[in-house]
């Protein structure tokens, strides 16, 4: 194993194994990166699933739009889709194209097309160009996931500015009424939808009052979703990510001196590593959830959730 992927693992997630030590409790070293920030500059290296991501054909031919595929989660989704036999288009910012085309590399190494839409979703036009773009390039859009969020700490009410709230929203929630409803325009029936919510939506740290907010409003919107769109055969679900190490950590999404311990109070003691989010959104957006919307799947290290 080289240098660059010394912190992931090459066991695959289909290999029977202990979940406490799948991966090592991370320590990581206070850092900081300007926002958006990039995987490539993380340490500890995420596992993004590149050396550990195993598909057994279960999206085969299937088209899909992943927001913040860039990085992070959404990158180990992106991965995991191709893997299964998926084309997929990818949204990030512009300021992310390193570790997009990083994703597009792998996504291509596996035979399908991928597609890299730069952009930014608190702009509402944007929101129905990424969707066009990916349903005209990809030929069709089957899957949408709506993974793109914005994570800033504020230690109290008083030194969170409007400003932050307003970018917040207009990144966590409003954009995704906006690609969602430019998807509907495309989606098929089987088609399905698959938003991030996050444990924060139930528990919410006294210093992420807007962003965690934003994700409860998420699991609101998901449901109702799933209730509109299910007499058109068009599925809706949320999976709601525990402490999972990617680059919205260090770029202020948790306060710098609280990043060596991130993750280690969960019931497991470790922070999650993306890769452990995709299968839940690989069955989500697979047929085998034929009688599952409205659903949230917790992938969380075992904090309690409603
Ligand atoms: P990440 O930084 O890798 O991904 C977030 C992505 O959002 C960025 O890569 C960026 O491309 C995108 N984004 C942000 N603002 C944008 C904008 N204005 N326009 C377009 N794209 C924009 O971090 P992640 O942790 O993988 O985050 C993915 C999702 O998971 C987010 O919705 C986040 O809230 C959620 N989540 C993360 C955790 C965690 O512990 N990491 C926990 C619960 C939920
Ligand atoms: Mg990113």
Redesign the pocket.
Known sequence: MGDADADTTRTDQLHFQNPVTRYPAIEPPEQHQAE??L?SELQPKADIGEFSYRGTGRLEGRKALV??G?????AAVAIAFAREGADVAL???PA?EQDAQNVARLIRECGRTAVTLP????DAAFCRQVVDDAAGQLGGLDILVN?????IVATSLEELPDEQVEQTYQ??ILAMFRTTRAALAHLPAGGTIIN?T???AYMPAPTLVDYASTKAAINNFTKGLANQLADKGIRANAVA????W????PTDGQPKEKLPEFGRSTPLGRAGQ?TELAPAYVFLASPESSYVTGATIHVNGGMPSP
Do not use: H, R
């Not at 990510?241 to 999972?244: A, D, R």
């Not at 990617?246 to 950590?249: C, D, E, I, S, V």
């Open positions: 958006p920030g995987d927001t913040g860039d990085s992070g989660i959404g949204s990030y910012l992310e952009g930014d979703l608190t993974n793109a969020g914005k994570q990144t966590n991030t996050s444990v924060e990510p525990g402490p999972i990617t680059p919205l950590q993306p």
